[in-house]
């Protein structure tokens, strides 16, 4: 089976704008969330997030930016660093061969609240022509898609918290299947605004301030913003140019649960199924796998279901490998968690450090694993498994190698 090479990381986040400010901050363990300062949320139950504050945007033009929400501009900008980063130049490429693949959960809705409020105070002549196309979840695909001239068959995906990996899986599906050479894959989302939050707060798992998944005071997790794309493409053809290979992709499951429209399966069945299914995918044994970067939503049943399936899927290996929710640093991005959570991941097999699960203090008896408390970890990391799951069951798994 044809070998899906990652050759460029480009990441947006409240821990740094680019891989190497992002790796520097968050290898040392600590917190990237902080009061929301952008409006006044002091009426939500929740009044912290993960948020981007320095974005340099200076090489969009002031007419653009006036067409985008903030998540089409933080892809724009997460799509150039790692273009760059895999030294590849569009322009020299045969349009029709490159796709853009992105998860996204709710859209542009700080672009669309405002226009809103202006249309019912001050009539349709208040609205801006542009908010028709900055909103939808596809925008920031077709902007990238404007940007650099791609034509190829691309696709946004929207699966909830699922959404980046699923998006991802789609990339390396084409790929394989020689209906695309290069791909940029990857998540993003801005949900730091009034209705958005309100929106993430009445499904009830949003915690009141601390994100502190797997612990047993857990309460919820914390929104987060942000986007984090990969280039994608053949290994043989990576190899031949001599571009930086992060790792491959070597194995991707996805299921869904059917038991609720919010919450999952409480033994983690389905996500049993999508970890078996990118093991196999990837001919990969349970004793082959180094480390598991976990979703780790920090609800009780979420956390305590996965834990469940990766003892169902690993067995007696599951205590000896080590499980991490690095989000807890920075917060949930939702439709973009499993893309940067990959960045993380990759990252972490280059550097040989296991980024941590911060805020764990109590142990739950029924979450038990090793969850990489507090504090980073020196160790090779050769395989690992990322894990994604949306509200209503939905469950995505990659498989990644390092190269």
């Known amino acids: 089976m044809k070998k899906v090479a990652v050759t460029g990381l480009g990441i947006v986040a409240p821990p740094g704008v680019g891989k190497e400010e992002f790796w520097q901050n968050i290898r040392e363990g600590k917190s990237f969330i902080s009061p929301i300062t952008r ?3 002091s009426a939500y139950p929740s009044r912290v997030a993960g948020q981007v504050k320095e974005l340099d945007t200076g090489h969009l033009s002031p007419r653009l930016l ?32 490159v796709g853009v693949f992105l998860g996204n959960t709710l859209g542009g809705w700080l672009y669309a609240e405002t226009e ?20 939808f979840a596809a925008a920031p695909q077709g902007q990238i898609s404007i940007c650099y001239g791609v034509k190829g068959y691309s696709k946004t995906v929207v699966a909830d918290r699922a959404g980046a990996l699923m998006a991802i899986g789609c990339a390396v599906r084409e790929i ?9 894959a990857g998540g993003t989302e801005a949900p730091v605004t009034p209705y958005a939050l309100l929106c993430c707060t009445t499904e009830g798992s949003l915690s009141g301030g601390t994100y502190r998944p797997f612990d047993k005071e857990r309460d919820g997790f914390v929104i987060g913003e942000g986007a984090a794309i990969i280039t994608l493409e053949d290994m043989d053809s990576a190899r031949s140019r001599g571009a930086t290979v992060y790792g491959s992709i070597t194995g991707f499951g996805t299921s869904c649960d059917g038991t609720h429209r919010i919450t999952p399966d409480q033994d983690g069945r389905g996500l049993t199924r999508a970890i078996k299914t990118a093991l196999d995918g990837a001919g990969y044994q349970p004793g082959d796998i180094d480390y598991i970067c976990a979703d780790g939503a920090a609800t009780e049943l979420g956390d305590v279901s996965e834990t469940r399936a990766i003892k169902a899927v690993f067995g007696s290996y599951a205590a000896e490998i080590p499980v991490s929710a690095p989000k807890s640093m920075f917060g949930h991005l939702l439709g ?34 090793d969850y990489v408390p507090n504090k980073c970890r020196s160790k090779e990391v050769n395989r690992a498994i990322v894990i994604s799951r949306g509200r209503g069951g939905i469950n995505a798994v990659l498989a990644v190698e390092r190269s």
């Open 39 to 41: 409006f006044d949320a």
């Open 66 to 97: 006036k067409k985008m929400d903030r998540f089409s501009v933080m892809a724009l900008v997460a799509t150039g660093q790692a273009l760059k980063d895999a030294g590849i130049d569009l322009a020299k490429e045969d349009p029709y061969s």
């Open 116 to 135: 809103l409020r202006d249309l019912y105070q001050e009539g349709r002549n208040g609205v801006s022509p542009y908010n028709a196309s900055a909103w």
């Open 176 to 184: 394989r299947n020689n209906k695309a050479a290069i791909a940029l």
């Open 336 to 369: 973009a968690s499993g893309a940067i959570d990959l960045v993380g991941t990759l990252l972490t097999m280059q550097e040989g450090v296991i980024l941590p699960t911060i805020n764990y203090r109590t142990e739950d008896p029924e979450c038990n694993l």
